[in-house]
């Protein structure tokens, strides 16, 4: 029997972006996509600072050369700069969702990664020390083993269901429809409060896309896309103005379903993306997010399908990750109730945009939605679980990288020394960030954030064992 050592279900970006960690730190993958072709929506267009970074850390900065940048977000429609964020790539990056697939796709391939289009999960069990998964192709029915599973197939997820993930889930309350018409001329509006709903206009090159919601409407049950005639009469209803000349190019309807899973693991199933959280797309957070957790999962499971995994390093995905979403979630319902909420909403929309006068507050959001907000560990002023760009580490060769696919000890200072370590690889660097960091060793983890700073050898050891299990690395170790 051959055991596929990753079966990753779903070609979105998240399976994508994951597959091409694993291939890149030698494991073999498998992706299982539904769709014949690549999808051609435009969707989550919207690449936050974080995913700039670690975007640019793969080599993969060409995405955003070709994207439309931005230097200012929102908060429930209340506007502040990025341009003070800490980080090379401050601002967000316009670019449609199939030319990020696309690119991500081209990454997981160059690392070796086999993604079958056509190929539908239909079945999940559990073998002795793998998973069995069943599906449905070009060619009937067929059985693939893996010895890990993870579900990135988006937010109607079949390995969610068919593994029993426990979800925490609330039913759609609000709909809203888009459109891109052609033929219109109406004026451009972000986030226009009416007391019949919200509007939002903007044309580009001749095409105006609307986004419209009737405040007290009932969710429809909806099989497919909405008709032109339902946005016409829902724009009618909330701004007054006729849309019924244009001419329709592309419809979608979504709406506040949100959810999110209590577990990012359940024994050799996992879940990621949209699969483990979902949410009405406002402040453009879900695609990001989810490409985060593939980030902070790709080297961990690398490790433990590679044999030097720490007790629990696997585990470590859910921990950091779920609270990083569920704040989201958080952030997300806030928005929403700001933005789609009744007059009773005025009084708290006028406070926050007082408080949004504020520089700590813009700072705060600012942060928060460029992702450089989320730690890997505790809260606190300890580097621990930051990222380390803000260090502007520097070895004789120039910037230090930071997407290695292991563990790196970083030995600081001009005349940077310490005991050679047996299981990980060691390098040199001078740290050019202000405030100076007081420590002369970091263990950096391969997704760039530090698993410690600090100046005795102990420490660095017991940090290592925190992510390594030294005997399994040296039986397996590829430094
Ligand atoms: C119609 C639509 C419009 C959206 N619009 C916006 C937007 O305007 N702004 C925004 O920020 N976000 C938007 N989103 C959300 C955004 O697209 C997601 O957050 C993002 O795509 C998440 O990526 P993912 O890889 O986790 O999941 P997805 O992109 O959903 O990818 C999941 C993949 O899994 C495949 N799949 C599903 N089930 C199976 C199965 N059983 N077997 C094999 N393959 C399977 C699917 O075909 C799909 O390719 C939209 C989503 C949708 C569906």
Redo the contacts with the bound molecule.
Sequence with gaps: MTVTPVVI???????LLLAGELGRAGVPVVV????AEA?T?S????LSTLTAELLHERGLGALLAEAGHESRAHFAGLGFELSGLDSAYPGNWKVP?YRTEAVLGEYARRWGATVLRG???TGLTAGSDHVVCQLRGPAGRQRLDAGFVVG????DS?VRRLWDFPVSAAAATRELLRADVTGLRIRDRRFERWPGGLAVAATRAGVTRVMVQVAGQPVPARMGRPEFGAVVRAWAAVTGEDLSGGTPVWL?A?DNSRGQVGTYRRGRVLLA???AHWHL?IG?Q??NV?LHDAVNLGWKLAATVRGWAAPGLLDSYHDERHPVAARVLEHVTAQETLLLGGAEVESLRAILAELVGLRPVRDHLAETTANLGDRSGPPGPSPIGRRATTLRLRTDSGPLPLADTEPVIVRLGPDAHGPHHSTVRTVRARCDGVPPLDATALLLRPDGYIAWAGDDEEGLEQAIEKLLWVEGRKENARL
């Design positions: 279900v779903g070609a979105g970006p998240v399976g299982v996509e539904r769709l999808m929506e969707r989550a267009s919207q969702q190929h539908e999960l990135c197939d988006g937010s079949t979608d979504f993306g949209d699969a797309p453009g879900a695609l989810g």
